[in-house]
């Protein structure tokens, strides 16, 4: 990870143990992890569980788009360094979501004027692009990583 303190990484992430995109103790999340920053983008991975899927063995798309929004908000947080609400989210789904697989998701920051943070994403599993995602998102506070 670069430029970011895993320390004070770790500070932050305790105050969120409990949050249903990142929580590391919350056993019914998606437990998303392993963040690396590179610029004004963030890279992380998840594994769904069972309870994630929504029919045949496909992953629900409400569950996607969390795994969206929370890793646009970790961009905030990682590159822009501060915490922040989404305002809104617009997503595109590209292709079904396999239940059973490991995640990669990837945000950007693309605009900061004052609050406003407009942020970029999207996740894949290997090589498949399965949605993306654009959003407004609210600067809350100032975050020391």
């Keep these: 990870m670069s430029a970011v303190d895993p320390g004070r990484l770790a500070v932050v992430r305790a105050d969120y143990a409990q ?3 990142c929580g590391l103790d919350n056993g019914a999340g998606l437990r998303i992890d392993g963040f690396d920053v590179d610029g004004v983008t963030v890279a992380a991975w998840f594994r769904p569980g069972a309870q994630h899927r929504g029919f045949q063995g496909i992953l629900h798309g409400g569950i996607v788009a969390t795994a969206l929004d929370e890793i646009l908000a970790w961009t905030a ?9 989404t305002a809104t989210l617009d997503l595109k789904y590209r292709a079904p ?3 059973d697989a490991i995640y990669r998701l990837e945000g950007r920051l693309v605009e900061q004027r004052g609050r406003r943070l407009v942020l970029s994403g999207h996740c894949e599993v290997g090589n498949t692009r399965i949605a993306e995602a654009r959003g407004l998102f609210l600067a809350t506070e100032p975050v020391e990583l």
């Excluded at 947080?77 to 609400?85: D, F, K, S, Y």
């Design 19 to 21: 949050c249903f995109g």
């Design 97 to 99: 979501a396999p239940g």
């Design 77 to 85: 947080i990682l590159v822009a360094r501060t915490m922040a609400v």
